[in-house]
Nanobody
Framework: QVQLVESGGGLVQAGGSLRLSCAASGRTASSYDMGWFRQAPGKEREFVAVISWSGSRTYASDSVKGRFTISRDNAKNTVSLQMNSLKPEDTAVYYC?????????????????WGQGTQVTVSS
């Protein structure tokens, strides 16, 4: 079992920055690839970024590439999402998820553990 708790969301003006954190608990938390997803009102949940269990590989969606950076600290069992140059279209609830090791999956159906989400609102 893995428990995930996100934090760091809030209200920010366009062009600003936020850093989301995800605290993972459970004996094997560090052995999972970790992803960030987001869901805006009336839209399906979409992939944002993923990092391998070791932290050596990452992948981000085209919509956030160059603006968002995913990282992890396995010693602290945390995963972070640094979000820069935020746009109003980044407004959503952001979810942290633990997924299958090694695949850098972008499919939310392959992730077995999810946090409760944290709201990010970007004003224009």
């Amino acid at each position: 079992q893995v428990q995930l708790v996100e934090s760091g969301g809030g209200l920010v003006q366009a062009g600003g920055s936020l850093r989301l954190s995800c605290a993972a608990s459970g004996r094997t938390a560090s052995s999972y690839d970790m992803g960030w997803f987001r869901q805006a009102p009336g839209k399906e949940r979409e992939f944002v970024a993923v990092i391998s269990w070791s932290g050596s590989r990452t992948y981000a969606s085209d919509s956030v590439k160059g603006r968002f950076t995913i990282s992890r600290d396995n010693a602290k069992n945390t995963v972070s999402l640094q979000m820069n140059s935020l746009k109003p279209e980044d407004t959503a609830v952001y979810y942290c998820a633990a997924g299958p090791r090694g695949g850098l999956s972008r499919d939310n159906n392959s992730y077995g553990y999810w946090g409760q989400g944290t709201q990010v609102t970007v004003s224009s």
